[in-house]
Each structure stands twice: as C-alpha cells, then as structure tokens.
C-alpha cells in the first residue's frame, strides 16, 4: 500500500473561520481525512503548505507515520519549524492515522494503546462569537446549559487585545462572569480564557478577583512567548493555569514543564504535529502532575474525532474543547459523526477516526473570506458614554 493522492478541501462554516481538510488516497483505494488548524483569513496559508508537502509524501508507506514526519521535518522545512508547517503536517498525520485505521480494522485509539475512560467531557466554545454586551452572553450561557453541557469557556475581556488595558476593562471582565455565574448556578464548570491579551499585573488581579465564582481554570493569562510571565501568575493565584495553545513543539512544552508554569497543557492535536506529537507531549507532562485539556478550534468532524481518540488514550487527561458554533455546517457535510450527549462524547469504534464527509456537499461552500474587524468597529461596539478605555489602547 502506498500514497497516491493529497487533496485539500477550505470549507466556509458561516462562522468563525474556514476549515481546512486533507483527504490522503492510497493507490489500494483507501483514503483517510485529515485537518489543520487554521487561522481566520489566514487559511490559505496552511493550504499551500499542505499542496507543497505533498510530492514529498506520494509514493511513500502509510504505516511509516513518525518516519515520515521525521522526514518532512528534516527535508521539507530544512530543520526549521513554524506554525503552519506543523498545522499542515498535523492534516496528514492525523489522515495517516484514519487509513491505518481502516486498513486493519481498527478504531485509531486501539493503535495507540487502548482507550483508559468509556467516555470524554467536552466543555463548549464559540457560543459567544458575536455577542456584544454582558446581557448577551449571558442569555447564549443559558442556552449552553439548556444543550445538556456541564461546562463552557470564553473570554469575558471586551475589546481589542492590548498588553495594558484600563482597570475599567478589568471591571468589565469580572462583572461578566459575575453574571454568567449568578446566571447558570453553581454546578456548571466556567472555563476563563484570557487570550494571551494582558500584562501579568493585570491577569493576576483579575484572577484573583475571579476566585469567589470557583473558575474551572484561567487560560493563557498572559503572552506564552516569555514563559516566565505565565509562570509569575501561576505563582500569585489558586486557580489552575492553563497554557498551549500557542505552543507547538516539545521543546516549548518542555520549558513550560521547567519553569512550572501551568497546572494544564492546552494543546491542539490539528496544529502540533498529530496525534503523535500530542501523545509525547502528554507523557512529558504525566510526571510533572500536569495535565492535559485538548485545544480543539477546529471542525466537529476531523478534529473533533482525533481529539476524542487521543482523550481516550492519556491517563492524564481532564477535558476537551468543543466549538458548538461550527456545529450545524459541520453537520450538513458530516457522512459519519461523533454524536455529543450532555456534554460527553462515546469513544468510536469504527475503524480509523469513525468519521467521514460528503465531498460534493463540501464544495458548495468553498472558501470565502470573513470581514476584518478594524478598530472604529471595535469603538462603536463599546461606545464611549457606556465604556471608558484608556486612551494608549485605542486608536480613533
């Protein structure tokens, strides 16, 4: 058996961002799906990474998997890595796994070493993309809890991301999960993710702040490119720190676990590398007492399935992402799917992922970009008799 055939597929959901496929063919017909992470307006970027990896990877076996990333690393990127190649090799990766899969019969976690829970907690994302004022989210926070999920993240800081906001803005953000909180009662997990948007001072005073409504965890309170800043936070509050999402190879992880930096790895298995690299990743984790939630901005098909399969595999896992707002697209081209049930996700045991898509209703809605938000959109939103920013952070 070997590979034939490397197609890409950009997919325009209706919101947040394109998706970007893989449908790897071997010349014995079969054929796995793959994704990437991708980044709003930025999608073609990781495509033509994938279009040019692809002579590299025809004629080559599908079992060789981390051989072949080895390979693409040492002759395809020349030994220097970066975002987009490891996105677009993760498409591949995880598409190799898919075939693998099929090929003798198996569902992808039973390759790796079997699954260690029945089942994967899943906490919902992207339900307030859109929404403008506190009252809105949380009205769309009650209608999570009303789906039957038992826990929801988002970011409660309003406007464009600065390093240095007004303590108006830090106001803001508590007042917000003050009445998500009040809103949806004590039982319902409340995942806060500052975006990488701050200063430590101010996460730190906002996290501190934040303790009374019991927060789940605090993600990224600052950027993750000075691992040190996220480590001084970690140091000054008791909620679990979550970082990772921006962090894509081992040796970045490794100085997290160095540094003791967080009490949670956020990875995202469709822009590391795969399932592979995600597996060395929580096993580098397992002995420090770190644990893993899964990054998972990407599709409720493809990347949803290989999260799922590689949460049921780790024995240091705690739980999953899940962008509801790509949901209903995702939906319309689904051919198999992982089916959500109040917020857990059964472990498939199809062969490979257990998932598959309908080609031809996919490219009805081909890519098509979303608008830039520029900052006078950003200041009519948070119109200054409601909302006072400090001045260095806005520009008119």
């Not at 005073?205 to 040190?228: H, Q």
């Amino acid at each position: 058996m070997k590979i034939a055939h490397i197609e890409t597929f950009l997919f325009y959901p209706g919101s947040g961002k394109n998706l970007l496929f893989c449908r790897v063919e071997t010349d014995d017909g079969h054929y796995g799906w793959g994704e990437s992470y991708v980044g709003v307006n930025k999608e073609k970027i990781v495509d033509e990474y994938l279009r040019a990896m692809a002579p590299y990877i025809v004629g080559r076996s599908p079992f060789n998997i981390r051989h072949l990333g080895q390979i693409m690393f040492d002759d395809f990127a020349i030994r220097r890595t970066s975002v987009d190649f490891l996105c677009a090799w993760s498409a591949i990766e995880i598409a190799l796994w898919d075939i693998v899969g099929k090929a003798t019969g198996q569902p992808v976690h039973n390759l790796l070493g079997g699954a260690s829970r029945e089942q994967v907690r899943v906490y919902a994302n992207g339900w307030w993309y859109g929404a403008g004022t506190i009252d809105e989210i949380v009205q769309r926070a009650v209608e999570v809890k009303e789906m039957g999920y038992t826990a929801l993240k988002w970011d409660p800081f309003p406007g464009p991301w600065r390093t240095f906001v007004s303590r108006q803005e830090e106001d803001h953000a508590v007042e917000c999960v003050r009445q998500v909180r009040k809103a949806l009662g004590p039982d319902m997990d409340l995942l806060i993710d500052a975006h990488r948007r701050v200063a430590p001072y101010h996460s730190i005073r906002v996290a501190r702040r934040l303790e009374e409504f019991d927060i789940f965890c605090f993600e990224e309170p600052c950027l993750s490119d000075n691992i040190a800043l996220v480590a001084e936070v970690r140091t000054k509050i008791n909620t679990p720190v979550v970082t990772g999402e921006t962090l894509y190879t081992k040796e970045q992880f490794s100085e997290v676990l160095a540094a003791r930096a967080a009490d949670i790895l956020n990875p995202d298995i469709c822009a590391v590398g795969g399932i592979l690299q995600m597996l060395d990743i929580a096993a580098m984790a397992h002995p420090h007492a770190v644990a893993i939630s899964p990054h998972n901005y990407n599709s409720t098909i493809v990347g949803l399935a290989a999260t799922i399969h590689y949460s049921a595999m780790i024995s240091n896992f705690v739980i999953a992402e899940c962008f509801i707002n790509l949901q209903d697209a995702c939906n319309d081209i689904a051919v198999n799917r992982i089916e959500i049930k109040d917020g857990w996700m059964d472990i498939p045991t199809a062969p490979g992922l257990g998932v598959d898509m309908d080609v031809e209703v996919m490219r009805r809605r081909p890519y098509k970009a979303f608008p830039s938000k520029g900052m006078r959109q950003y200041w009519e939103e948070f119109p200054r008799k409601n909302y006072v920013w400090g001045m260095a952070n806005v520009t008119r």
